[in-house]
């Protein structure tokens, strides 16, 4: 019994042997398979939404390529980008008061004064969108509402040195429109008309 034993050992060996070997050729085979399906580019185009990361990444570009077209006056590029910007991500205020300048800059007063509005109620303290509200509002004849907007812009660009440029305009804008309101409400002949014009 033991000589049986014995003699069936070698070609059970042989066989866990030839199993192994099997295993690790299927194996090896199944994760060269693996590794080039993986590696490979993707043969379709991947959606902005199906990452955080790829949305993010897609809204970088949209926003600085935007801004490109704006600074270089091709305003209707520039909107068309800023629509696509705002199907990534509705709820960015600065967005909106790109897209609200790119408007002002169409002639379009009354859709960017929305786009203005909306980027204050997200963020109150978005000072830009103040200024945009304030010179919107003179093209759309309220010197009054132009005036408070372009106050709030200048109590909250206090002290930042990259709006200082825009808060020398914005005082001379509310010197020019509080004259303008002046002059308005002045009777003929006062004495307030009678400075602001020069003598004869």
Known sequence: MAAGAARKSPAGKSRYLVAALLLILVVSIGGFLLNAWMTQPSSIPIS?????????????????????????????????????????????????????????????????????????EQNAYQANAYYGLAITSEKMGDIEGALGAMRSFLHLAAGSAQQEKFMRRARAALWEWEAQLAAKSSPPGSASENTASPAQ
């Open 48 to 120: 902005v939404g199906t990452g955080r990361e790829d949305a993010s990444n897609e809204l970088d570009r949209i926003f600085s390529a935007a801004v490109w077209h704006m600074q270089q006056g091709q305003n209707q590029q520039a909107l068309d980008l800023w629509h696509r910007a705002l199907l990534i991500n509705p709820d960015i205020p600065d967005v909106k008061v790109n897209m609200g300048f790119t408007l002002f800059e169409l002639g379009e007063y009354i859709t960017a004064r929305d786009f203005f509005i909306d980027a204050m």
